[in-house]
């Protein structure tokens, strides 16, 4: 991904000056396909296409994945999944530039497309560009800069791209997610408690693409019938750039570390509360993280329309009421009235615990000791609350 700010200028400038240029015999239209990096906007790589033509002079990059921090709004605009992207052009060497800096590897994949094809695909990408037509609303799963390429492509054969579909496997959208992002990490684990529902969906062949690595991995083995004669699309892939992957090692602050650290600390303060004095701090300390984490999954849920988000099961015990009960909790008064709010969240986590394995929706394993630490909290409440009405009496 690439900010509008360094981009925009080079696009006006390079742009008009392609209305007129017709791609010499020499020309090369190729995809580019980029590795992952370690920041969330790119675990999920990125696509591209170069233009080559050594006799016109030109080697750029036509780039569907900028985007300007300094629009109105950005960060509301982003959280709710209305993000506007664009299509922008830079020249190879600086694209080549960025992507060795952040140790990103980049592949190239030549099209063998006709001349008359090579142009139409040129002008459509140059059409696209103008900057009435450059701005889109950034769709994860539907509509990005893998999604656009594969529609371009389709669009320059006259959509006769045939895809070698029997090697297809049956992958959710969920699935796919989880391929690119890192499992034991604070964005990984926040990604797949953010998705709902829609993300359990099976994809088709064409939707998987929405992934630079699908792209890229259909169109090397995609073909076009010419004459008669079954043509690939792609000739062989080649690197432009080797990255040297550094694996992340273990992680004391890791969620998977610090979530089942945060359940054995919960339960060691339950168990020795029944000797001491009654801890209702560890209680708004459960219920406030809870709370706050179930506020936050329902703004996604209900208010942004970020794709897959909505429907989202863990809200069943990552109540967003949670965050409010916290706060009564604490005042003693209140107490003897709200223990109906813990017998109502002890039975639905329980009842969420015995059948999510059967709800249409695939939870994160780190699901299990929170819930469970809720349950200990819940019961532990309840039952210090009877033992005490019990010796009033």
């Known amino acids: 991904m690439k900010t509008l700010a360094l981009l925009a200028i080079f696009t006006l400038l390079l742009f008009p000056k392609a209305f007129s240029i017709q791609l010499s015999p020499e020309s090369k239209i190729s995809l580019l396909t980029c590795g992952p990096g370690d920041e969330i906007a790119t675990y999920f790589g990125h696509s591209a296409i170069r233009i080559n033509d050594s006799l016109s002079g030109i080697d750029y990059v036509f780039n569907y994945g900028v985007y300007s921090f300094d629009t109105p709004n950005f960060a509301w605009r982003f959280a709710k999944g209305e993000t506007d992207y664009i299509l922008a052009g830079e020249r190879v060497a600086s694209f080549m530039s960025s992507y060795q800096e952040e140790q990103r590897s980049v592949y190239e994949q030549v099209l063998n497309i006709t ?15 103008k900057k009435e037509n450059r701005v889109y609303r950034y769709r994860h799963f539907s509509d990005n800069c893998s999604t656009r390429l594969r529609d ?21 959208y969920r699935n796919l997610v989880d391929q690119c992002v890192p499992g034991n990490s604070w964005n990984g684990f926040g990604i797949k408690l953010a998705l709902g529902i829609p993300a359990d969906k099976v994809t088709t062949y064409s939707q998987k693409m929405f992934l630079p690595i699908y792209l890229m991995n259909s169109m090397a083995s995609a073909a076009v019938v ?93 109540l967003p009421t949670h965050f409010v009960f916290a706060f009564l909790w604490v005042i003693p008064s209140l107490r003897s009235k709200l223990e109906w709010y813990l017998k109502f969240t002890a039975g639905i986590v329980l009842l969420f615990l015995i059948t999510m394995i059967f709800l249409p929706q695939t939870f994160h394993w780190l699901v299990v000791p929170l819930c469970l630490t809720i349950l200990l909290r819940t019961f532990s409440s309840l039952k210090l609350s009877f033992f005490a009405k019990k010796n009033i009496a």
């Open 115 to 129: 001349q008359t094809e090579k142009q139409s695909l040129f002008d459509a990408l140059v059409e696209n560009a």
């Open 152 to 172: 371009q492509f389709e669009k320059c054969v006259n959509h006769q791209l045939q895809y070698d579909t029997l090697q297809d496997t049956k992958l959710t």
């Open 226 to 318: 010419k004459d008669g004669v079954r043509m690939p699309f792609v000739l062989p892939k080649t690197t432009l750039f080797e990255a040297k992957r550094i694996p992340s090692g273990f992680s004391l602050n890791s969620p998977a570390i610090v979530v089942n650290l945060f359940f054995l600390f919960v339960a060691f303060l339950t168990f020795i509360e029944y000797r001491k004095k009654r801890m209702i701090w560890l209680d708004f300390l459960v219920f406030f993280s809870i709370g706050f984490a179930g506020l936050l999954l329902s703004f996604l849920c209900f208010i942004s329309v970020t794709e897959a988000t909505e429907w989202n099961l863990n809200l069943v015990w990552a």
